[in-house]
């Protein structure tokens, strides 16, 4: 193609762009401002002044590239911005005010016209009214083409085999719509109406106007038959619906319509000389202001990028390997903050300033920690009303659980060692559960132990099916009550199930063992990977057998002296295989319906309960989701979850997957909690969430917000044994939340690590 021909010669002197909203425009400036010998041309097919929406929110760092990039087009945006600091929620009547967040916006339109004239002054050819010609004649003509033409893009559609698009369609209706005064704070206001709940997210763009958006979900707008009238009937009740909050004024529509939101993901974002920019690429939901700040961010890095690089392909490239990462973790933020606002309901009970925060922290971008820098007021309102001690982070309250109290939120969460000789916890256990113990953590977990032989997942697994076991046990329990006091430990119970006789992690995860293999039981004949070990399939005498192999593991775990007892019902070990569909196709009554594939779990649950002692508390892991198709959901998590807790379960212990080889998880910073909050909040029952929480300001953020009650981290603890102690440092806390043992009591402030070289000399005089 020519563009191939003329890309292998150096930088694009000719460029097509299709789209001409602010990331196709700023894309034309910017590679015209960096080569004015280069031909850019520009295909919008509206008119000039056509355009969707009203306000445009941009960020300090996106204004601040922008600045250094083009000072024309920061020195034009600058004398139109709106900025504002505050952000207003409204629960029940009730408004909170949470301040120090700094906000700049101005109208689109406006927007447009300031990058329109910068085009003009610098040659870019603007064609409006213009229908792009197709994308593959675009290619042969340019040496560079941009596909900025939008959510919609036709240039994404036609060459769908190369960038793989995925479009995910949510629940939520919405339109964009404005009124004629300028709000004083970005405002979130909640009505809790006869159809259900909707909200309204708007902010001012000029002196005297602001953005205002009505969203609800599909259900709720579909009862309060916003999708039978005319669009001005819309706005009209829209406008009485959030009367309050509008001060009785009328609404405006600009061709408004109710849309629902769509998330777009491409495989790739180049084919050829093609490359795809802002919403064509990627999209992230209005309720974080994303979409124009993606776009022009997208702009600055291709225009960088081809500058930069030798020739196209190495360009876009470049782009896309810069851009991938920040929009990926955009969009992570983006969807947590969607997924809360479809779930609004779920938080209405909350206290109101409690309400605020969590709508604050919704996305996990803004936390506890940035927030008590923002509006150190507020922050201290919520913790206060949260009952937290003056002076004590979230983290650091106590929690019970039916006889125990925990002196904090902070969970050690189980991690399998594969230490173990013949089951027999050794020195390393010790080591290893003691010095946890010893950081400060409120709760220690041991591994999974095994409740029998043919049990274990490997030869190096633990166990309580012996008394020498047991005894070894209760060497590690005593430590950790005689030198850690104020520590809880607690064991984990389980049963490998088909995903036993495997090697030690680091010889060979799930791999079969070279010789020396046991044979496997489940639920259902399945091998957890093709070609592994065929499990049998458990005869009722055998389910006996395994209920009795548990209740005897916990009369010795009690005689062991543990304080806690979790049953491992997750991650597709045994019990967890009954749980799923994917890994139980029982025909009897132990398979078939959810209330059937719980029975075996629910039968273990009661007899270890029997037997554990009752003022101690007696916990499950489950897997809230198998991250594949037709198997456990979150709604079904919710359901499991009820059944334990109506069996007598004090908490669940919320954690996903590891249940099917061909599993697809969504990873991510704290990617479990939401599943956590969701059976706490529904299912009523304490929890404790789990996965990639790694900083105790998350741990702060989400006790506070009440999407949980305790946090389980692991690999913090391998990195840091006394990752609570140094939380409690950092956080300057010194109450019974985290008591240094006294032998380590002279190491409760960070070392010094070296000269700082302050303070800085006197070079020079302050006055006259």
Not at 267 to 282: E, F, K, Q, T, Y
Not at 371 to 391: I, K, M, Q, W
Not at 711 to 721: E, F, S, V
Request: hydrophobic letters at 40%; proline letters at 6%.
């Amino acid at each position: 193609m020519a563009g191939e021909v003329a890309a292998v010669a150096g930088r694009p002197p000719r460029v097509a762009i299709t789209g001409g909203g602010p990331g196709g425009l700023y894309a034309a400036a910017l590679l015209k401002r960096l080569d004015p010998a280069r031909e850019v041309t520009v295909w919008e097919r509206n008119a000039p002044d056509e355009t969707f929406g009203f306000g445009v929110v941009l960020s300090d760092e996106t204004l601040g590239g922008i600045e250094h990039a083009d000072p024309v087009v920061y020195a034009a945006l600058r004398r139109d911005f709106v900025r504002w600091d505050d952000i207003d929620i409204v629960h029940r009547g009730t408004r909170h005010t949470s301040g120090g967040h700094g906000f700049a916006a101005l109208g689109r339109r406006r927007l447009l016209e300031i990058l329109h004239e910068r085009c003009r002054s610098l040659g870019v050819d603007l064609r409006f009214r213009a229908e792009a010609p197709p994308a593959a004649r675009l290619a042969e003509a340019y040496d560079l083409v941009v596909a900025a033409d939008g959510v919609h893009s036709a240039t994404r559609e036609a060459l769908a085999h190369a960038f793989r698009p995925r479009v995910t369609a949510h629940r939520c209706r919405y339109i964009w719509l404005a009124a004629d005064f300028a709000f004083d704070a970005f405002r979130f206001e909640i009505a809790e109406t006869e159809h259900g709940v909707m909200q309204l997210h708007a902010y001012p763009y000029a002196a005297d106007s602001s953005t205002v958006i009505v969203e609800m979900c599909e259900e709720v707008w579909r009862a309060a038959g916003f999708g039978e009238g005319e669009p001005a009937e819309s706005v009209e009740r829209c406008a009485k619906i959030f009367a309050d909050a509008l001060g009785g004024r009328p609404l405006r529509s600009n061709n408004s319509a109710w849309t629902t939101f769509r998330t777009v993901v491409n495989g790739r974002w180049s084919d050829g000389n093609v490359v795809l920019l802002g919403d064509a690429a990627h999209t992230a939901h209005f309720s974080i202001g994303s979409g124009t700040k993606l776009a022009v961010e997208d702009a600055l890095a291709l225009a960088a990028c081809v500058e930069e690089q030798p020739d196209v392909p190495s360009a876009l490239a470049a782009y896309e390997e810069e851009r991938r990462p920040v929009v990926a973790s955009t969009q992570r933020a983006a969807r947590a903050s969607l997924e809360w606002f479809e779930d609004l309901d779920r938080y209405l009970g909350q206290p109101s300033r409690q309400f605020a925060f969590n709508l604050l922290t919704r996305s996990r971008r803004v936390t506890h920690g940035n927030l008590r820098l923002r509006d150190a007021h507020f922050t201290g309102a919520v913790e206060r009303e949260f009952g937290c001690p003056p002076g004590t982070p979230p983290m650091f309250t106590p929690f019970r659980l039916r006889g125990l109290t925990l002196r904090n939120r902070v969970v050690v969460s189980p991690m399998d060692m594969y230490s173990a000789d013949e089951g027999v916890p050794g020195d390393f256990h010790l080591v290893h559960l003691g010095a946890r113990a010893l950081g400060g953590a409120g709760l220690v977990m041991t591994e999974m132990v095994c409740v029998s032989e043919r049990g274990r997942i490997t030869p190096g697994c633990a166990g309580l099916y012996t008394g020498r076991q047991a005894e070894a046990w209760r060497r590690i329990t005593d430590f950790v009550h005689h030198r850690a006091p104020g520590a809880a430990i607690g064991v984990q119970l389980g049963h490998s199930g088909r995903k036993g006789s495997t090697r030690l992690m680091w010889e060979g995860m799930d791999e079969p063992l070279p010789d020396g293999n046991w044979p496997l039981v489940a639920a259902s004949p399945l091998p957890y990977r093709p070609g592994g070990q065929v499990p049998r399939e458990l005869s009722r005498a055998q389910l006996t057998d395994i209920r009795e192999q548990f209740t005897a593991a916990a009369g010795r775990a009690a005689r062991a002296g543990f304080d806690l007892l979790e049953l491992h019902c997750a991650h597709g070990y045994l019990l967890s295989g009954f749980l799923s569909p994917l890994t139980n196709h029982r025909t009897d009554a132990y398979g078939g319906s959810p209330e059937n594939r719980l029975r075996f779990p629910l039968e273990v649950f009661d007899a270890v309960r029997a037997v554990w002692p009752d003022e101690r508390p007696m916990i499950v892991r489950i897997s809230a989701t198998d991250w594949a198709e037709g198997g456990t959901g979150a709604e079904d998590a919710v359901g499991i979850a009820r059944a334990f807790a109506a069996h007598g379960a004090d908490a669940i212990d919320v954690s996903t997957g590891q249940v099917v080889a061909e599993e697809r998880p969504e990873f991510g910073r704290s990617y479990q909690t939401p599943f956590a909050d969701r059976i706490r909040h529904e299912a009523g029952v304490p929890v404790i969430a789990v996965g990639a929480i790694s900083s105790w300001d998350d741990v702060n953020s989400l006790i506070l917000a009440g999407r949980t009650d305790l946090c389980a981290l692991a690999r913090p603890h391998l990195y840091d044994p006394n990752w609570t102690l140094h939380a409690a440092a950092e956080q300057g806390y010194e109450g019974p939340g985290a008591t240094w043992p006294d032998p380590y009591r002279a190491g409760s402030r960070r070392p010094q690590t070296g000269r700082t070289d302050a303070p800085k000399p006197r070079l020079s005089l302050g006055g006259r």
